[in-house]
């Protein structure tokens, strides 16, 4: 049974910065990406970030686009989410998961083996 495990969430003033992990416990070669999303309280779960575990490729919502940074280490299977200039609209529980489907990166239907989330919580 694959687990991810997220840490690095708190709390930090507006233009903060703070950098999140996920580790998981193994992956095959069909998870080739892994992604962050996060869920505001009232609101659906959205899509941040994602990586591929071949190339390197990223993706990343427009709202969190030059200000977030994701990155790997494959030799840990781990996922960090460097977050700069935090926004009070950041705050939300962040999740990170690895990508189970083959359907878009930006979709959470494409991906499971959910952690159970760090929250991130910004203040004005």
């Known amino acids: 049974q694959v687990q991810a495990v997220e840490s690095g969430g708190g709390l930090v003033q507006a233009g903060g910065s703070l950098r999140l992990s996920c580790t998981c416990s193994s992956r095959t070669f069909y998870n080739d990406a892994m992604a962050w999303f996060r869920q505001a309280p009232g609101k659906e779960r959205e899509f941040v970030a994602a990586i591929t575990w071949s190339g390197g490729r990223t993706y990343y919502s427009d709202s969190v686009k030059g200000r977030f940074t994701i990155s790997f280490d494959n030799a840990k299977i781990t996922v960090y989410l460097q977050m700069t200039s935090l926004k009070p609209e950041d705050t939300a529980v962040y999740y990170c998961?690895?990508?189970?489907?083959?359907?878009?990166?930006?979709?959470?239907?494409?991906?499971?083996?959910w952690g159970q989330g760090t929250q991130v919580t910004v203040s004005s």
């Open positions: 998961a690895l990508q189970t489907g083959s359907g878009t990166y930006y979709s959470s239907s494409n991906y499971g083996h």
